[in-house]
């Protein structure tokens, strides 16, 4: 019984393991090309953004809805979640005006 207690533990040991080796991997970033409003963009649509997730997405919703249009791109850095390297990231294919183009490509 003590060498199967042994047995499981290391197993489980070796499944946590794996598990926070993975975490510490990101997810391969898709590339994208074109550009985003981020004025009339849904969550879906700015979750195309390189590294944005839904959170960050939803924030940026919310964000929008309760001070108005983003009058400068530049502004997403007052949304929770966006630092100065994560925009720096996105900010090429953000936008204020005009259709988005954002598209993931292959």
Known sequence: MKRFMVIVSAVL????LASVALAA??????KVEGVLNINSATVDELKMLPGVGPG????????RQAKGPFKN???????KGIGKKKFE???PYCTLEGKSTLKVIK
């Not at 040991?13 to 946590?16: E, H, M, R, S, T």
């Not at 791109?73 to 949304?79: F, S």
């Open 13 to 16: 040991l070796c499944a946590v």
């Open 25 to 30: 991997f990101p997810k391969e970033a898709h």
């Open 56 to 63: 960050i997405a939803r924030d940026i919703v919310a964000y």
């Open 73 to 79: 791109v530049a502004d997403l850095d007052k949304v």
């Open 89 to 91: 990231e996105i900010k």
